[in-house]
Each structure stands twice: as structure tokens, then as C-alpha cells.
């Protein structure tokens, strides 16, 4: 039983070690139809980029969900999350004075993550309206790579703290199989 319980840790972590290894996705591509902002808040840094689309919110996370998930390596699927954050929190997540009605964040675990920041007008003043046409919402898109090096130090650092965990289980559990004998 130790032996199998073994052979799957290693296998595991090999999986696991590989997942960190594969190389970093490229920034995702626009939404279609999109106009690219060109405020100097949303072109201060390659990292970050604004659009004006029609397109609602649904619509604009499946896409960069869809562009995210991919990796860049024989286009192997990677596991993706959104978690989803207050709108207040995109003035320090994204940049101060960003105006946002949604702010979510897909991630690959222990990897690189985007979060897509979307502000749709609900009043007539706020309006958006960039060269003569009118649009749905304004959406900044910021990519958060990582450093490959963090990444495996991280991931071997977890599985040194899982191995030892569940070797410690193990034996706890041998120990109270013991105890009812």
C-alpha cells in the first residue's frame, strides 16, 4: 500500500512540476469589434490595456476565459478560476480612478492571472462616446505574469510540505490502527 500511495505522489507531483514548467500565455487578444483605448492611464504599461466594446460582461469574461485557458504549448488546457471582486477594488487593483461595475480575476493556480475590469454607464453623463460612435461599456484588461523560478520554488515547496503531511497521516493513521487491535 505505501509503495502505491508513493508511485501516485510522484506521478502527481511530476504532473504537477510539468503544469508549472509550461511557459507563460502571450496577452489575449481583443475582444472583436473592439477599439482600443488610447488614454494615457491604459497605455502607460504593456501589462495593461482598455477597450470600448459592445459586448456585456458575460460575453467579454467567456472570451478572455476561453483566450486565457490555452497555453501557448501544443495549446494544452489549463486549468482556469474566476473569482470575482467589489467594484471598489479596482481602483487599487487596476489603477486609481478606474470606474468599474464588475472586476474579475482568472487565474492559473500557483501561475499568472488577468483581471478584466468592466464599467458600464448607467446615467446619460457618464456615457461613453469616443469618435462619433457610442459604446456598451469600457472594459481594462491587466495581465499579471509570473516568474517561472517562483513558481517551481513554490510548487516544490508544496509538494515537500504535502509529502510530509501525508506521510505524518499515514503513519498517525497505522498508529490508531494499532490502538483498536
Known amino acids: 500500500m505505501k509503495i502505491v500511495l508513493q ?107 488577468i483581471f478584466v475590469n468592466g464599467f458600464e454607464p448607467k446615467l446619460p453623463q457618464d456615457a461613453i462616446r469616443i469618435e462619433g460612435k457610442d459604446w456598451r461599456q469600457k472594459i481594462i484588461v491587466r495581465y499579471v505574469p509570473s516568474s517561472l523560478a517562483v513558481r517551481l520554488l513554490l510548487g516544490l515547496s508544496t509538494l515537500y510540505f504535502m509529502y510530509f503531511l501525508s506521510k505524518n497521516l499515514y503513519q498517525a493513521a497505522g498508529d490508531i490502527k494499532k490502538e483498536f487491535k
Open 7 to 113: 508511485a501516485t505522489f510522484f506521478l502527481i507531483s511530476l504532473v504537477f512540476l510539468l503544469y508549472l514548467s509550461l511557459p507563460s500565455p502571450e496577452f489575449p487578444k481583443p475582444l472583436n469589434e473592439a477599439y482600443q483605448s488610447r488614454e494615457p492611464a491604459d497605455i502607460e504599461t504593456p501589462l495593461r490595456r482598455g477597450y470600448y466594446t459592445d459586448y456585456g460582461r458575460n460575453e467579454v469574461l467567456v472570451h478572455y476565459q476561453d483566450q486565457f485557458r490555452k497555453s501557448t504549448f501544443l495549446g494544452l488546457p489549463l486549468p482556469t478560476y474566476r473569482l470575482n471582486y467589489p467594484p471598489e477594488e479596482a481602483q487599487t487593483i487596476i489603477r486609481d480612478q478606474a470606474r468599474s461595475t464588475f472586476l474579475e480575476e482568472i487565474v492559473h493556480p500557483f501561475r499568472e492571472s
